[in-house]
């Protein structure tokens, strides 16, 4: 591997080819704008970027409407995900989440307490052997987050994939 630093980036190429960073695109009903502005403003280095709107082709594939918003880019934490308005198709699995590294034992808990509202706990917030502070739940939304304590850590997020069965520890 070689490591070349480009401005605040650090990119790393594997035998030339440039490694790409995974930049997750969340499909929701039609709450892509809530779900923007609730995200933005709970975590650090966050911003929302550029909106686009269905227009005459998409509209007529997917049925939405002309002129609804169709995607909202966002930055999360660092970690740029795309939320996308496309209608009751899709439901989503705990199998996929944002992992968020926290700094401190409250910023856990301030996250948590305005994300988790209208959700659902799968491992309640608390102590375990990897972490004095945890937690793993959807919001409002159906998106999974899972909420670490890592002493001395920067707010930062990023895709988590879980695998079971057969692909568990591959």
């Known amino acids: 591997y070689e490591v070349i630093k480009q401005s605040s980036k650090t990119i790393r190429r594997?035998?030339?080819?440039?490694?790409?960073?995974?930049?997750?695109?969340?499909?929701l009903v039609d709450q892509?704008?809530?779900?923007?502005?609730?995200?933005?403003?709970?975590f650090k280095n966050s911003r929302i970027g550029q909106v686009s709107h269905y227009g005459d082709s998409a509209s007529q594939v997917s049925g939405i409407a002309?002129?609804?918003?169709?995607?909202?880019?966002?930055?999360?934490?660092?970690?740029?995900?795309?939320?996308l308005n496309g209608g009751p198709v899709f439901e989503h699995t705990p199998s996929v989440?944002?992992?968020?590294?926290?700094?401190?034992?409250?910023?856990v808990d301030q996250i948590y307490q305005r994300l988790?509202?209208?959700?659902?706990?799968?491992?309640?917030?608390?102590?375990?052997?990897f972490s004095e502070r945890?937690?793993?739940?959807?919001?409002?939304?159906g998106v999974h987050w899972q909420l670490i304590y890592?002493?001395?850590?920067?707010?930062?997020?990023?895709?988590?994939v879980i695998f079971d069965g057969e692909m568990q520890g591959q």
């Open 116 to 129: 988790s509202p209208g959700g659902r706990t799968l491992m309640e917030l608390g102590e375990y052997p």
């Open 97 to 107: 989440s944002i992992f968020v590294s926290c700094g401190s034992q409250s910023e």
């Open 66 to 83: 002309k002129g609804t918003v169709m995607t909202v880019n966002i930055e999360v934490a660092g970690l740029p995900i795309q939320l």
């Open 134 to 141: 945890y937690v793993f739940f959807s919001d409002k939304f």
């Open 14 to 27: 594997n035998k030339g080819v440039s490694v790409q960073r995974i930049s997750p695109c969340i499909w």
């Open 32 to 42: 892509a704008e809530e779900a923007s502005k609730l995200y933005t403003a709970t």
């Open 150 to 160: 890592e002493q001395g850590a920067q707010q930062k997020a990023r895709p988590a």
